[in-house]
């Protein structure tokens, strides 16, 4: 099993293109996150959702915006980059009926 | 709204000595709070739950509500303990909040 994988797992962008970060999973949850992780301010929560077809806003969803067609995927898109969103992102699952999330490897994404 | 805190951003010991890394929450309700860990090119891993009561790889955390703390503690720290890790919030919802982080370098 390969758990949670992210790609593409190094992107550079200049201001204004957009892209999307695919994360996929074959643990078979429902709960599934897109965080940003930046130094000194730890892991802030971007959007999450509870199953198939929904989303919810995180902490930090302004710039983003996600998708869950499929339960095994979480698309999380930039319309138009900017250099604030220079950052790692990492995309977890969450083991149901608990608090344990699984990680992926993170995507390091650099804004120009 | 729930806040988690890390007031360390580093903390450097020598091998063989104690750690503490400290964390304080706010939270209204029962918080349900985690520690996790990232090694060097590794994934975010979950270290321990305070639900569990657990001891891993010789680390331990109470939680203290009179405090809000949930502070990690090892007796005699390892050079392969060096590592980033996160304090985090369940808040029985769908969320989970997570610390600053704080980096731990153990020097042999």
């Known amino acids: 099993n390969a758990g949670v994988t992210q790609t593409p797992k190094f992107r550079v962008l200049k201001t204004g293109q957009s892209m999307t970060l695919l994360c996929a999973q074959d643990?078979?949850?429902?709960?599934m996150y897109w965080y940003r992780q930046d130094p000194g301010m730890g892991l802030r929560l971007i959007h999450y959702?509870?199953?198939?077809?929904?989303?919810a806003k995180g902490e930090v969803p302004d710039g983003y915006n996600v998708s869950r067609l499929k339960k095994q995927n979480f698309l999380l898109g930039l319309e138009s980059a900017a250099p604030s969103q220079t950052s790692v992102y990492f995309c977890?699952?969450?083991?149901?009926?608990?608090?344990?999330?699984?990680f992926g490897e993170g995507s390091r994404l650099t804004v120009l | 709204a729930q806040r988690v805190t890390q007031p360390e951003k580093l903390l450097s010991v020598f091998k063989g000595a104690p750690v503490e890394l400290k964390c304080n929450y706010s939270?209204?309700?029962?918080?349900?709070l985690f520690w996790y860990v990232q090694y060097s090119r590794q994934r975010l891993q979950l270290l321990l739950r305070?639900?569990s009561r657990e001891s891993i790889k010789g680390f331990t955390a109470d939680l203290n509500k009179g405090e809000t703390s949930f502070h990690l503690k090892k007796p005699f720290a390892q050079e392969e303990d060096s590592a980033m890790y996160y304090c985090?919030?369940?808040?029985?919802?769908?969320?989970?909040?997570f610390g600053g982080g704080t980096r731990l370098m153990v020097k042999p």
């Open positions: 643990m078979n949850h429902e709960y």
């Open positions: 985090a919030l369940n808040n029985a919802g769908n969320m989970l909040t």
């Open positions: 977890a699952t969450r083991r149901d009926g608990t608090g344990e999330l699984f």
């Open positions: 939270y209204s309700g029962s918080p349900e």
């Open positions: 305070h639900i």
């Open positions: 959702s509870v199953g198939e077809g929904t989303t």
